[in-house]
Each structure stands twice: as C-alpha cells, then as structure tokens.
C-alpha cells in the first residue's frame, strides 16, 4: 500500500498514471492523487496540487 504509486504499480493505471493536471495544467505529470472538491468534483492531479483546494 505504501507504494502503491510507484514503478509496477503505475503500469496497469490509464496513461500508466500520466497526464495533464486538472489544477495546474502540467502534462505528461503523474497524477496519483483523488482529491473531492467542495462541490463534489471528483479530480485526479499531481503531487503539488494534493494538498491545494
Ligand atoms: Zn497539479
């Protein structure tokens, strides 16, 4: 569990966990983090926006 997002781990994920985040817009970042947002918004961004609202 504690490295759920790293090496094979990532393999069998859409993208094999990359992407552009939603909050940041970086691409081809992994995005490894559910963050629900106040409204309900369900998003997946990166390692920088895990603790943004
Ligand atoms: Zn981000």
């Not at 393999?11 to 966990?17: A, F, K, N, Q």
């Given at each position: 569990m504690s490295k759920k997002y790293r090496g094979k781990g990532l393999?069998?994920?859409?993208?094999?966990?990359r992407g552009t985040c939603p909050?940041?817009?970086?691409?081809?970042?992994?995005?490894l983090y559910d963050v629900i947002l106040n409204d309900g918004t369900k998003l997946t961004v990166c390692k920088r926006c895990r603790h943004k609202k």
């Open positions: 393999i069998h994920l859409p993208s094999r966990g909050m940041c817009k970086t691409r081809r970042i992994k995005l």
